[in-house]
């Protein structure tokens, strides 16, 4: 039996391993699904022989398709359990990504779009949850962090291997690979995700609980809070995503191989962030994270603003400030998921799935908004980024900071309240 254990202990290891990729990859299906084909913004336009605005319309309907379907996502997870709804959602996403491969039309992109959005925000939305059914609150917020770092390498990779795509083949070599990645997901939920929601919720699916659950939430300042920051500082990040291949591969003339360089620096940037986060968020407390976020956020978004209003506008004045705020992004937004969960361990499915809601509305707005509006210039995107960052700040402070338990967590209560949940077993 001695002979036995090594190997055991290694099994058992390799499981968890495999496990937390797993959920690295389903918290990073949005960032997917999104960036990877940002390059290629400006070649579909040519395809389809369209404007900037009607293809931005291809991102807007994702985060549209991915506010909508998370309000449902969260209480399903919360009543038949989280990994045969992630079944089901990310086949839905490899349905949509064939018909984006085979779309005639900006229209019926457009539409595939939508349909692969709904199937793809089940990765991130039950992901979150999952996170919250083993770590308490402080230790959510670390594992988010650390997976918030993980996960960065996600889309500072994408952009580049979009751009190879696009430079090698065309746009649907994009989503050809998108498919491949759903593919592969599904075969990994079979055989390695184990069930965490040991709690199922018979009444999750009611729809006076469900509105009821939600009216409870949105009445929550605390919760507001956390989840109104989160909505503004996605913003700035969605200006940036649906701006930047217009504004650096048009305007400043890079190559769609470089972009994803330039892109690549900036998820480093967030990557940064959360690790740092990850280390001290357990002795600062997630309130002050999130106050330094979104502090040194605003102060990034009003430099990158006026030094555009004065006619300073390089890529150097572009990426730098936006560095910096991204930096920011991964103290807050790890910190502010974990205080706007939190508080509901019987109902994580559903804060998750609302606060998804909140945070996609708001970036098809300001995507939406932007596009037709005003169009994408290097201001536009500037003062768009101060505007986010300005109101993540206020949102915050009136809001969240106001109410906050200022306790800190000693280092012995932390490991007390750490889940001993063994991630990769099943449990029991």
Same mark, same amino acid.
């Given at each position: 039996?001695?002979?036995?254990?090594?190997?055991?202990?290694?099994?058992?290891?390799?499981?968890?391993?495999?496990?937390?990729?797993?959920?690295?990859?389903?918290?990073?299906?949005?960032?997917?699904?999104?960036?990877?084909?940002?390059?290629?913004?400006?070649?579909?336009?040519?395809?389809?022989?369209?404007?900037?605005?009607?293809?931005?319309?291809?991102?807007?309907?994702?985060?549209?398709?991915?506010?909508?379907?998370?309000?449902?996502?969260?209480?399903?997870?919360?009543?038949?359990?989280?990994?045969?709804?992630?079944?089901?959602?990310?086949?839905?996403?490899?349905?949509?990504?064939?018909?984006?491969?085979?779309?005639?039309?900006?229209?019926?992109?457009?539409?595939?779009?939508?349909?692969?959005?709904?199937?793809?925000?089940?990765?991130?939305?039950?992901?979150?949850?999952?996170?919250?059914?083993?770590?308490?609150?402080?230790?959510?917020?670390?594992?988010?962090?650390?997976?918030?770092?993980?996960?960065?390498?996600?889309?500072?990779?994408?952009?580049?291997?979009?751009?190879?795509?696009?430079?090698?083949?065309?746009?649907?070599?994009?989503?050809?690979?998108?498919?491949?990645?759903?593919?592969?997901?599904?075969?990994?939920?079979?055989?390695?995700?184990?069930?965490?929601?040991?709690?199922?919720?018979?009444?999750?699916?009611?729809?006076?609980?469900?509105?009821?659950?939600?009216?409870?939430?949105?009445?929550?300042?605390?919760?507001?809070?956390?989840?109104?920051?989160?909505?503004?500082?996605?913003?700035?990040?969605?200006?940036?995503?649906?701006?930047?291949?217009?504004?650096?591969?048009?305007?400043?003339?890079?190559?769609?191989?470089?972009?994803?360089?330039?892109? *690549? =620096?900036? @998820? +480093?940037?967030?990557?940064?962030?959360?690790?740092? %986060? /990850?280390?001290? &968020?357990?002795? #600062?407390?997630?309130?002050?994270?999130?106050?330094?976020?979104?502090?040194?956020?605003?102060?990034?978004?009003?430099?990158?603003?006026?030094?555009?209003?004065?006619?300073?506008?390089?890529?150097?004045?572009?990426?730098?400030?936006?560095?910096?705020?991204?930096?920011?992004?991964?103290?807050?937004?790890?910190?502010?998921?974990?205080?706007?969960?939190?508080?509901?361990?019987?109902?994580?499915? *559903? =804060?998750? @799935? +609302?606060?998804?809601?909140?945070?996609?509305?708001? %970036? /098809?707005?300001? &995507?939406?908004? #932007?596009?037709?509006?005003?169009?994408?210039?290097?201001?536009?995107?500037?003062?768009?980024?101060?505007?986010?960052?300005?109101?993540?700040?206020?949102?915050?402070?009136?809001?969240?900071?106001?109410?906050?338990?200022?306790?800190?967590?000693?280092?012995?209560?932390?490991?007390?309240?750490?889940?001993?949940?063994?991630?990769?077993?099943?449990?029991?």
């Amino acid at each position: 039996m001695l002979g036995c254990r090594r190997p055991l202990i290694l099994e058992t290891q390799l499981k968890r391993v495999a496990f937390w990729a797993l959920l690295v990859t389903l918290i990073a299906y949005q960032p997917i699904a999104t960036d990877t084909y940002l390059p290629a913004l400006p070649a579909i336009a040519r395809a389809f022989g369209t404007d900037a605005a009607m293809v931005q319309w291809t991102l807007s309907a994702f985060f549209l398709g991915t506010a909508a379907a998370q309000l449902f996502y969260g209480p399903l997870s919360d009543r038949f359990g989280r990994k045969p709804v992630l079944i089901v959602g990310i086949a839905i996403f490899f349905v949509g990504s064939l018909a984006c491969i085979f779309a005639p039309s900006i229209e019926a992109l457009i539409a595939a779009r939508f349909f692969q959005a709904i199937g793809c925000c089940a990765g991130p939305t039950i992901a979150r949850a999952v996170v919250r059914d083993v770590f308490s609150r402080e230790h959510a917020a670390r594992a988010l962090a650390y997976l918030g770092a993980a996960m960065g390498l996600i889309p500072a990779l994408a952009p580049i291997l979009g751009g190879y795509l696009l430079t090698s083949f065309d746009w649907r070599a994009i989503f050809i690979a998108m498919a491949v990645i759903g593919a592969a997901t599904l075969l990994s939920l079979a055989g390695l995700f184990h069930e965490t929601n040991q709690r199922l919720d018979p009444d999750a699916l009611n729809r006076r609980r469900m509105a009821a659950n939600y009216r409870e939430m949105l009445g929550e300042r605390g919760f507001m809070g956390f989840a109104l920051t989160v909505s503004f500082t996605i913003g700035g990040l969605v200006i940036f995503l649906s701006g930047s291949p217009h504004v650096i591969i048009t305007q400043h003339g890079v190559s769609p191989n470089v972009y994803g360089y330039y892109f *690549a =620096a900036m @998820a +480093l940037s967030y990557s940064a962030g959360t690790l740092l %986060a /990850a280390r001290i &968020t357990l002795r #600062v407390g997630i309130e002050r994270m999130v106050l330094i976020g979104v502090g040194i956020g605003a102060l990034a978004g009003l430099t990158q603003a006026g030094l555009s209003l004065v006619g300073e506008r390089t890529l150097l004045t572009l990426l730098v400030p936006q560095g910096i705020f991204m930096t920011c992004l991964g103290f807050t937004l790890p910190n502010a998921l974990a205080g706007a969960i939190g508080p509901y361990s019987t109902k994580a499915g *559903a =804060a998750s @799935a +609302l606060l998804g809601f909140l945070q996609l509305t708001t %970036a /098809a707005g300001v &995507t939406i908004g #932007v596009a037709y509006a005003v169009g994408w210039t290097q201001l536009t995107m500037s003062l768009g980024l101060a505007a986010m960052s300005v109101l993540a700040l206020i949102a915050f402070w009136s809001l969240a900071w106001r109410g906050r338990d200022r306790r800190i967590l000693s280092p012995a209560e932390a490991r007390a309240t750490e889940s001993v949940y063994n991630i990769g077993r099943r449990p029991g």
